[in-house]
């Protein structure tokens, strides 16, 4: 899987890119990750990357050739990219149901907005789509574009050391996770659950399902409607929700 990110900071992507599991993949040769400077990009002297908006207002706004720029050397360098992602808070929203579709591309290409925004016509002629971390606003698309290589480098066969972690991950099924526990047994006067120390293998999952269902609930009733639940835990829901009086 090849990532080419565009920016202007470009130690911010590589620096973050030394440690951890997206550092596993690029050491095992399953991802591979360039960063380009937007700066390289620009045709004068002060390698200029953003102008004043047309119809005036406050901030500055990065403009289409770098970018556009940028784009084309990447191809011709890298090959043809299967997507070129724009990130900025006005995109569709980024999800695992995102992540889970961007591992199955070959070459992913992110561009990092910054300043007040980005001259909409990348949006027609070079970006092939738009997306977002989260309603809120960064000071540039750098972090979300982390999100997105971290997110989707997990999903990679190989990159994670046990690839049941990543199926059982939260979100994997579209519920948030349970608890977990480690040693010690006792920990400041607080124990675990029973059930995780009677080795009953059918009561511990079930007790999981029970635990992954009450948060999801409280905290995110949205995803329940999405989520593909099992027998077991349909009928897990149905007395919980019952137990609630809901
Ligand atoms: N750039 C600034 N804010 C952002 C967000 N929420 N998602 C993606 N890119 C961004």
Known sequence: MKFDIVTIF?????????????????????????????????????????????GGGPGMVM???PLAKAVSAITIERGQPDVVILLSPQGRRYSQ????????LKHIVLLCGRYEGVDDRVRDIVATEELSIGDYVLSGGEIAALIVIDSVSRLIPGVVG???????????????DHPHYTRPATFRDLGVPEVLLSGHHAEVSRWRKREALVPTLDRRPDLLSTATLDDEEQSLLDQIQKEQGS
């Open 10 to 54: 470009p130690k911010m992507i590589s620096s973050s890119l030394t440690e951890g599991v997206v550092s596993r993949g690029i050491q095992r040769g399953l991802v591979d990750v360039s960063v380009h400077d937007l700066r390289d990009y620009t045709l004068d002297r002060h390698r200029t990357v953003d102008d004043v908006p047309y």
């Open 63 to 65: 403009k289409a050739e």
């Open 97 to 104: 149901v995102e992540a889970e579709r961007l591992r199955h």
């Open 162 to 176: 046990d690839p049941k972690s990543v199926e059982q991950d939260s979100f994997s099924r579209g519920l948030l």
